[in-house]
């Protein structure tokens, strides 16, 4: 099976994304299910380069956040808007989705096998949910190695926090922010 990962420099994504409740193989080339089933926990603006990016976590990955280690399954999803403008009334007005970015955790497997830092599988995905065409996740896995104090995760103390809000045994779900 044909792993397809990625981290596409040119539109400046640094980061960031399987339930108990979805159903995910990013290995497979599969974006998961997340929209209703993982909790929106952190919003990024990097106006610099024109994106709003929402990030999502599964219920695993909540619990890896109470815990400190993230457990198998763990999933992530970025959500990366392009073209965004300045603050509307509402917040940030957003541009078009561009693509999914997003980060497994999967059962461990050897340190040299291709797409893996830790244990984590990184994948970008069409707004559809298609593989997105040649990619590589070098930059994925080089941007994301000097994290290990935080799981790995840019965005660890916010999940950290969100989590602390959610139930174990609560599904995880979109917030209202």
Request: charge should be negative; hydrophobic fraction near 40%; glycine fraction near 10%.
């Amino acid at each position: 099976m044909t792993m397809r990962y990625g981290l596409l420099l040119s539109f400046g994504i640094l980061s960031s994304a399987t339930a108990a409740v979805a159903t995910t193989d990013v290995a497979g080339g599969s974006a998961p299910d997340y929209v209703g089933r993982f909790l929106h926990y952190a919003t990024s603006r990097r106006d610099d380069i024109g994106q709003v990016r929402y990030m999502y976590a599964n219920q695993l990955a909540l619990a890896g956040a109470r815990t400190g280690r993230m457990p198998a399954g763990a999933t992530l999803v970025m959500e990366v808007y392009v073209g965004a403008d300045a603050d509307g009334a509402d917040g940030p007005r957003l541009g078009s989705l561009k693509l999914l970015a997003v980060m497994e955790k999967e059962v461990p497997t050897p340190t040299d096998s291709p797409g893996v830092v830790e244990d984590w599988r990184f994948g970008l995905f069409t707004p559809a949910g298609e593989p997105w065409p040649d990619t590589d996740t070098s930059a994925c896995l080089s941007c994301h190695q000097p994290l290990a104090n935080k799981q790995f995760l840019f965005t660890f103390d916010s999940l950290k926090e969100a989590a602390t809000g959610v139930e174990e045994d609560q599904p995880a779900r979109p917030n209202d922010s």
